[in-house]
């Protein structure tokens, strides 16, 4: 695991976090779970476009993963799955964060993120009076069933991965794959983080997208390449400048128990560079701890050359949340406007944009015709409609929201059927045929006929 603090680059300036935040709670894309309860530690939800621009994240990715790939299979397994599970995979005895505790004031860090740690409230010079690390493990357990035991007790994951090795045989007998092949799934994972922070950078629920390729273990420095530059250049294609985005790989002591090697992609948020996205040589540990933990065998056979061997994995595994943020910290931006005023813009690519367009008619007297434009659009895209107030409040609303094309629909349009659209980051406008609206969103979005 990473300390949060490694290196403090300077972020860039309109992307300042408390205004990350406080506009993904006044539009509704992210706010605290539990809010009317005075929320919960760790814990976030998602609002009408926040859920929005979470889909289209995920949906980009099992795009690229899944769908486009012949080597890689979907899988969507459950979130608690067999406790043995995790005995195998060794999370239930090392999957620890050291953790220490402030005498005085009772908090609780994590031993390696004391830089960032607030100061003590009962000391005089704000030092803290801390105990000796110990390894707080990071499973959040459950119990299944009426009976409360030992024996009922079961996890949930804290990676999305541990079924993928677990239902490796039979997907691989399923879809007749070969060595090499890929398997993959998006979902919850869960971690008791002891200081979640950073606003959803850090939570205690979050979604991991996983993908774990099956190989020879000759061959994993090859896939390790691949997949690296693979999962580069998925950041690049969802807007991500190059100047935000840069690779890591991990020191000697820096690696979790299963891994050989790994490289972290991470993201210049205003508070750092910071982890997005892990690829890890995971070798050829998982399948054999399940082997040897359920008995079943889960070595293959090459046909060719007819030799046995436990297939090596190499990892790739991207946080949604994670990758949400950044995309939302990245888009942000605050920009003058002429007479005096700003607009806050958020400047997403419109393959992730939550909304694709807003049909804004002039007047409420426009509502029929602009109502049926909208209706049209919307079985293609996720369109906006908004007849209430002023046209200029309505565009700033569209800005916050992203949305990267707003059709207006005047009095005019109803004589020369012909419809204005206006453009987010440019802000031009252009007067395009009514007919030719969808042909020219596809193109503009950057979808094919
Ligand atoms: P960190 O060092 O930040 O704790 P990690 O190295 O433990 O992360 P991995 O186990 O490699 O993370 O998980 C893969 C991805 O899952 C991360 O790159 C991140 O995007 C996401 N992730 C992990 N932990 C969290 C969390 N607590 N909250 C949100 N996303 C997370």
Same mark, same amino acid.
């Given at each position: ?5 490694? &290196? ?22 992210? %706010? ?103 390894? %707080? ?63 959803? %950078? ?27 530059? +693979? ?79 436990? /297939? ?71 369109? %906006? ?18 949305? /990267? ?31 030719? +609206? ?8 950057? &979808?094919?006929?």
């Amino acid at each position: 695991m990473s300390a949060d603090t490694r &290196e403090q680059a300077d972020a860039p300036a309109a992307a300042r976090m408390e205004d990350v935040v406080s506009l993904c709670a006044r539009r509704g894309y992210i %706010f605290q779970s539990g809010e009317i309860y005075g929320g919960i530690n760790g814990f976030w939800d998602y609002g009408p476009l926040g859920v929005e621009l979470k889909n289209n994240v995920k949906a980009f990715w099992w795009q690229r993963m899944v769908r486009e790939r012949e080597d890689v299979e979907g899988l969507d397994s459950a979130i608690i799955t067999h406790p043995r599970t995790w005995e195998a995979s060794g999370h239930v005895a090392h999957f620890s964060d050291p953790m220490v505790d402030c005498r005085a004031c009772k908090k609780r860090f994590r031993a390696d993120q004391l830089d960032d740690a607030p100061k003590c409230t009962k000391s005089k010079d704000g030092s803290h009076d801390l105990t000796e690390p110990r390894d %707080f493990n990071l499973m959040l357990s459950t119990q299944i069933g009426a009976h409360a035991d030992a024996a009922t007790t079961a996890y949930l994951r804290a990676e999305t991965c541990g079924s993928i090795f677990t239902d490796f045989r039979r997907v691989r007998e399923v879809a007749r794959q070969k060595i090499p092949f890929g398997m993959a799934q998006i979902g919850k994972a869960f971690r008791n983080e002891i200081n979640p922070r950073n606003f959803t %950078f850090r939570s205690r629920e979050f979604e991991q997208a996983e993908m774990e390729f099956f190989c020879h273990p000759d061959s994993t420095d090859e896939w390790f390449e691949h997949w690296s530059s +693979v999962r580069l250049d998925f950041h690049r294609d969802l807007g991500f400048s190059e100047a935000n985005l840069r690779t890591r790989p991990h020191g000697p002591d820096e690696l979790a128990h299963y891994c050989k090697r790994a490289i972290d992609i991470e993201f210049l948020f205003p508070f750092g560079w910071q982890e997005i996205e892990g690829i890890h040589d995971r070798g050829s540990y998982d399948l054999t701890q399940h082997t040897e933990f359920s008995g079943k065998e889960l070595a293959v056979t090459d046909e060719q050359t007819k030799e046995r061997f436990v /297939p090596a994995v190499v990892e790739t595994s991207v946080g949604i949340d994670r990758t949400s943020l950044a995309l939302l910290c990245a888009a942000y931006a605050e920009e003058p406007l002429e007479g005096g005023e700003s607009r806050t813009v958020m400047r997403l690519s419109p393959r992730i944009a939550p909304i694709k367009a807003a049909i804004l008619p002039l007047s409420k007297k426009l509502s029929e015709p602009a109502r049926r434009l909208a209706a049209d659009l919307r079985k293609r895209w996720n369109v %906006f409609y908004d007849d209430a107030g002023n046209i200029g409040r309505r565009y700033r609303r569209m800005d916050e929201a992203g949305t /990267p094309f707003c059709v207006t629909y005047d009095f005019d349009s109803e004589t020369d059927q012909q419809v204005t659209v206006r453009e987010r980051d440019a802000m031009t406008q252009e007067r395009i045929p009514l007919e030719g +609206v969808v042909a020219y969103l596809r193109e503009r979005l950057g &979808e094919e006929a």
